[in-house]
């Protein structure tokens, strides 16, 4: 079949470039996940247009001679004033999405070889991805992804949450953690700054990561920079964190909010420091947090959020607060040079 591949810029298409785009989300989403509202199209626009700090972008858009959106392709790296930059300089991300009708056509391979153009443009050894559907598993094998680590989308249904036993967990905190307060803010204050991203920073990086070579490195000005960017996007960014006697920081949980798609809500990182475990501070956090969305959000149905398979510690409180797997996902890798010569780009 005849298509055609085309980088689009969010914030310089005309407005009639969004109903087709529109249209191509919507048939995916329905696909992918049949039971769920469609996602808000102001909220994708506004997501589009921001601003993604300390990040190179490029996005296309595969056409039919109709001019019908059948495929779309992300790329994404650090820039050189990223704080991450230095850890991560060989490394950048892809996502690649197709329409099932059209799987299988050449159209995924299209957009990938434009975003491996990109990476080789930028000397980038190291192509990471992801996929949560069989459809992209058999598309990475085919091209020679190597497997990185095992995880899993999950869910929370607030019906069926045991609201006593979060009580619980919230009234055993102090008496386990002596002299421990838990603070809250949307952004993170001044005085703390430093000290929560260097915790932050530790915490993503305690996370299981298989053989993803990603490694975080988030400093207050990129803090402030993702504040910025969820702003921009109509989302409530609230965290919590324990504190010791000491006034060390030494856990903390977020959760991502946007009123557009009210019915539910993101859970982002949980994460307790290695020397203040066995104290039931996890646990204390987040029942804190589910206590705060029900009494904040009342028309949030369901928390979602993502976890290695590996990581035993968090999916046990989850499996506790009665989280249930709702789709798994694997992450995957491409050394750039030897996908090129796969897709014959060197020639």
């Known amino acids: 079949m005849e298509y055609r591949i085309e980088e689009y810029k969010p914030k310089e298409v005309p407005d009639d470039f969004w109903e087709g785009y529109f249209e191509f989300i919507e048939t995916n989403h329905r696909y992918h996940n049949p039971n769920d509202p469609l996602p808000n199209r102001e909220a994708i626009i506004q997501r589009q247009k921001a601003d993604i700090p300390n990040f190179h972008v490029k996005r296309w858009i595969a056409y039919t001679s109709e001019d ?38 050449g159209i995924g391979t299209a957009l990938l070889k434009v975003c491996v153009q990109k990476a080789q443009s930028l000397n980038r050894t190291v192509i990471e991805t992801g996929t949560d559907h069989d459809s992209g598993r ?18 929370l249904e607030l019906e069926d949450v045991d609201w006593d036993l979060m009580q619980s967990w919230v009234d055993e905190g102090p008496k386990r953690a002596e002299d421990v307060t838990i603070e809250s803010f949307y952004d993170c204050p001044e005085e703390i700054l430093d000290e929560y991203c260097e915790m932050y920073t530790e915490a993503l990086n305690m996370q299981p990561l298989g053989d993803s070579e990603h490694r975080a490195n988030i400093d207050g000005k990129f803090r402030r920079q993702i504040e910025k960017r969820f702003r921009d996007t109509g989302n409530t960014y609230y965290t919590l964190i324990s504190r010791e006697k000491d006034g060390r920081i030494s856990g903390m949980t ?8 009210g019915h539910r809500i993101v859970q982002e990182l949980t994460g307790v420091r290695p020397e203040f475990r066995g104290r039931g501070l996890g646990k204390w956090l987040k029942g804190k947090m589910i206590l705060h969305i029900k009494d904040t959000y009342p028309d949030v149905q369901r928390i979602i959020t993502g976890n290695a398979e590996a990581n035993a510690p968090m999916l046990s409180i989850n499996e506790r607060m009665g989280f249930k797997k709702y789709k798994g996902a694997e992450g995957y890798k491409f050394q750039t040079e030897d996908l090129a010569k796969r897709l014959e780009l060197n020639k």
């Open 254 to 261: 977020e959760i991502l909010y946007d009123p557009r798609e």
């Open 68 to 105: 019908k959106v059948v495929g779309w392709g992300g790329f994404g790296a650090p820039t050189e004033d990223s704080p991450e930059y230095e850890e991560n300089k060989h490394l950048c991300q892809l996502n690649i999405a197709v329409l099932p009708d059209y799987h299988r056509k």
């Open 138 to 155: 058999a598309f990475l094998k085919k091209h020679g992804a190597e497997f990185t680590i095992e995880a899993a989308e999950n869910r």
